[in-house]
């Protein structure tokens, strides 16, 4: 029988209506991560739309899409094979101490993970939640959906969360930066980085998958695909399979995510506390994490007797590469001849791989 | 298991994982350096004179 959907429309789809157009206005107008937010926002206005039966099983397009490749891991893991072809681990592999930044600004993954113990969730949610911390959208949404595939109202939440932060990484972390270091420190200039050969570079991604591989096998996945991405890039001689990992399969992944992101975010899977309670945990998990790496900044300003700038550890969270970006302009702004974007960006690529083992250990413990 | 030991074994695990990966890094890094670099150079150095010297007409 024919029904008009005006009528059956309900307050809570009224409401996300509302937010998918934010969502949209957002990316289109304020440009905030548009390529993510303009397919997700508009899903969103699909999936609330009553009677379309767009998000049901087993046919529905958004039913379809997020069950057979979101809920799977198979979209998020893709994106990640297109950052692999996107990143230069160069400034990494220069310094390579600057793993240990990455590794320190995780730890607002697990302290996020106990306040949200203490909030009431229940360890798996409080995982998926503690995954923000890593700044890192699509290992928080593999994470989810290996930790939580049951729950899509904690993974929409967990979703929105990591990829609004993530947009308002020069939002958050310079006061957090600046109330952990001097003037002084910010005005630290540092040298030259050494020249990274392609050996190098293509031993790399071969190395770090079978390290990571033997200790921490759930990471793979997530590990696995970054860096064959990016051997795709270092090779030299798989440039096509770059271009298309970098380009038209990132974008169809991309795509394909916004759409099956709009699926969970329907008005009775998204509108309830528990929401807002995943909202603020995702800021106190962020916050966590900048602090975390600005702190073992601190140390290595320390250590190196003062010719390490600590701002750096700030951007071993992975939002790679807004982190490193925020640090160079602080760095920039105390001392204008100051240049430490390359510097940051060893602990920002760091914060990747740290950021997916911490999501394979929590995998591994709890799925 | 409790929220603490995930926390425990969780924190212990990537500080462990990158560690490792740190010196291996420092440690392949020495050793590419050290044994393949050179030999790379002078063959790409050799490879750069005789194109210059075909670009010239030479043999």
Sequence with gaps: MFEVGLFAISWQEVAMLTIGLLLVYLGIAKRMEPLLLGPIGFAVILANLPLTGITEAPSGLLYVVYDQLIGTGIIPLIIFLGIGTMTDFSPLLANPKTFLLGAAAQVGIFLALGLAIIVGFDLNAAASIGIIGGADGPTAIYAATQLVGERPEIIAAVTVSAYSYMALVPIIQPP?????????????????????????????????????????????????????????????????????????????????????????????????????????????????????????????????????????????????????????????KEDAGSHLLMHAMGPNVAGVIGSATAAGILIGLLA | MSPLEVIVIGIGVVFLTLTILTASTYLFGKVINEFFIEEEDEKEKIAAIVAAVQSRGGR
């Design chain 1, 176 to 332: 957090i930066i600046k109330a952990l270091t001097t003037e002084e420190q910010r005005q630290i200039r540092m040298g030259k980085m050494r020249e990274v050969s392609q050996i190098e570079k293509i031993v790399f991604p071969i190395g770090v998958t079978i390290i990571v591989g033997l200790i921490v096998p759930s990471a793979l996945p997530l590990v696995g695909m970054l860096m064959i991405g990016n051997l795709f890039q270092t090779s030299g001689v798989m440039d096509r399979l770059s271009d298309t990992g970098g380009n038209a399969l990132m974008d169809i992944a991309t795509i394909m995510l916004g759409l099956g992101v709009g699926f969970l975010m329907t008005g009775g899977t998204f509108i309830r506390i528990s929401t807002l309670k995943i909202l603020f945990l995702g800021v106190f998990a962020f916050a966590t994490a900048t602090a975390g790496g600005t702190l073992f900044g601190q140390l290595y300003y320390k250590l190196s007797n003062g010719k390490v700038n600590p701002m750096i550890g700030a951007a071993g969270v992975s939002a790679v590469p807004m982190a490193s970006r925020v640090v160079q302009k602080m760095g920039q």
